[in-house]
């Protein structure tokens, strides 16, 4: 799997939108782009994956570069809760369920929202 | 809420015993997966189950070993536990979005070995 590089820490404000940057230059043709999130000392969250197409659903915005060697998370009104730390993962997403579908974790990055 | 659940919340034990983490999957999901978190590691995947057959392998210890039953819950068992062992133990499961699979987390297990 492409390694990804992320800052490793941000602040928002509330209300504003939050935007995560991620780097991965080495990433396949066939790797998708993952993000995750981890409030506090709970489970890993799911929030979105792309391919090469931006994509959004209800909890983020994720834009990916022509060229796929960087991603954009975007929380477009970030509030206190969003505080957490976010991961790029990047990895070829299976198409079957019993595939080795294993996330490898980076550092991510610590998004602080402030009042 | 994920779905997932897993028991018990919180384990304090000695060096040296042994200990059962449980896991229970969403109803339906047939793949588990099981992720170690400490605080010098960061979180690293263990091991993988799908309908009862282990399906990967990650960084895990000779010292752990893991099963899925045919209700398609998962135990972890740790065993000769160590100071170092101390961290939190996330399950997840599988299912599926748009065409993939995505892992879905519970809310973990955080073990503290004294």
């Known amino acids: 799997d492409a390694k990804t590089t992320q800052p490793p820490s941000m602040d928002c404000a509330e209300g504003r939108a939050a935007n995560l940057p991620c780097n991965h230059s080495?990433?396949?043709?066939?790797?998708?782009v993952y993000w995750y999130r981890q409030i506090h000392s709970q489970g890993p969250q799911y929030i979105i994956h792309g391919l090469k197409n931006n994509e959004t659903n209800e909890m983020a915005s994720l834009i990916i570069t022509e060229d796929r060697k960087s991603s954009t998370l975007i929380l477009p009104h970030a509030t206190l809760r969003d505080t957490a730390v976010y991961y790029c993962i990047v990895r070829v997403g299976p198409l079957w369920q019993g595939g080795s579908e294993k996330l490898v974790f980076g550092k991510g990055t610590k998004l602080t929202v402030n009042p | 809420d994920s779905g997932v659940t897993q028991t018990p919340k919180h384990l304090i034990t000695a060096t040296g015993q042994r200990v059962t983490l449980r896991c229970s999957p969403r109803?339906?999901?047939?793949?588990v997966y099981w992720y170690q978190q400490s605080l010098d590691q960061g979180l690293q995947f263990l091991i993988q189950?799908?309908?009862?057959?282990?399906?990967a392998k990650g960084n895990i210890l000779e010292r752990f070993s893991a099963q899925q039953f045919p209700d398609l819950h998962s135990e972890l068992n740790l065993s000769s536990l160590e100071l170092g062992d101390s961290a939190l133990y996330f399950c997840?499961?599988?299912?599926?979005?748009?065409?993939?699979?995505?892992?879905?987390f519970g809310p973990g297990t955080r073990l503290t070995v004294t």
């Open positions: 189950y799908y309908n009862g057959e282990e399906r």
């Open positions: 997840a499961s599988s299912r599926k979005v748009g065409n993939l699979y995505e892992q879905y």
């Open positions: 080495t990433i396949s043709g066939n790797e998708y």
């Open positions: 109803s339906g999901d047939l793949s």
